[in-house]
């Protein structure tokens, strides 16, 4: 579809003037200094064709974004033995919600919401042997692209307040389902959150994805069950207690992020990401949402 770029820069310019942008993270210290003005959107085509507008091109902190990159890698790693420590159901709840961990002995719900990327993250410390420079290595591989990096800032900050991830990780490692120091899991999760990427540099990571587990240049990362699996987890359970209302809008597999990043996909198609700061009430970018919706509303491009 050759409208791509006309697509993109008539919703960027429907929002120019749009007053209400959400709210800036606060939570996480480092994230509230974010200019709240910041619109960008960006998609790459199955032909790897990319189209753009706005701040497409500048680099934000993905926060739970990256929980699709750590689940990809650790699928790759552990094959369907991953499913016996975390589960695909949605969770109904906000995404650092402790009180089903207890009802169901330390199993969490999925592993897009944190507890269960805690788990995740447990794995991949240990199979890893070097966890955060190896995921890091694994991430830039995918994209093919050296520039993407941890923001220490960002890792530092999260460290120091996040208290609910402490409390699901001590929960998790009650029952039996961290094997690693809690410690060491947390530094890798922090690390894994504070990942900044721009919107061109996320569809490129997520083109596997889109691409049957291929990257761009021709690599396979997962096979297609299981690209089909993780696409899955995404469509169900990618924003938080909110990701019926994005099937419902958008009708995409995709994955928010508390930095107002949004990544989505339609297999073998293309891939799209958005970034504006300003969180809605469930910790979703609230333009982001709106012009996924309007983008595929206008191209009539949706899985449905």
Not at 63 to 75: C, D, N, P
Not at 251 to 263: A, E, Q, T
Request: glycine letters at 8%; aromatic letters at 10%.
């Amino acid at each position: 579809m050759s409208n791509f770029q006309e697509v993109l820069e008539h919703i960027a310019l429907n929002f120019k003037s749009v007053k209400d942008r959400g709210t800036v993270a606060s939570y996480i210290p480092e994230l509230a200094h974010v200019d709240p003005s910041k619109f960008g959107m960006h998609l790459i085509d199955a032909d790897g064709m990319h189209y753009g507008t706005g701040d497409s091109e500048e680099a934000f902190s993905i926060q739970s974004i990256s929980k699709v990159l750590s689940l990809s890698q650790a699928f790759a790693i552990m094959g369907d033995k991953l499913w016996e420590r975390v589960d695909v159901e949605p969770s109904g709840d906000p995404f650092n919600h402790l009180s089903l961990l207890e009802l169901e002995h330390g199993i969490p719900r999925n592993p897009l919401i944190n507890a269960g990327a805690l788990v995740i993250a447990d794995v991949l410390i240990s199979h890893l042997k070097n966890p955060k420079a190896d995921f890091l290595a694994y991430v830039r591989n995918m994209a093919n692209d050296e520039n993407i990096n941890y923001d220490t800032d960002v890792a530092a900050s999260e460290s120091k307040t996040g208290y609910t991830n402490y409390a699901a990780a001590n929960l998790l490692k009650s029952y039996g389902n961290i094997k690693n120091d809690v410690d060491d899991v947390l530094d890798f999760y922090f690390h894994q959150c504070s990942l900044k990427m721009s919107c061109r540099q996320l569809t490129e990571v997520f083109y596997i994805f889109m691409n049957r587990g291929k990257c761009r240049r021709g690599n396979a990362f997962l096979n297609i069950n299981q690209v089909k699996r993780v696409n899955a987890i995404m469509l169900t359970c990618g924003f938080y207690d909110e990701a019926g209302e994005f099937a419902f809008e958008v009708g995409l597999p995709g994955k928010s992020g508390v930095g107002g990043g949004i990544v989505a996909l339609l297999p073998n198609k293309f891939c799209i990401a958005t970034w504006s700061p300003g969180l809605n009430a469930k910790g979703n970018s609230k333009l982001g949402m709106l012009a996924l919706e309007q983008f595929t509303t206008q191209t009539g491009l949706s899985i449905f």
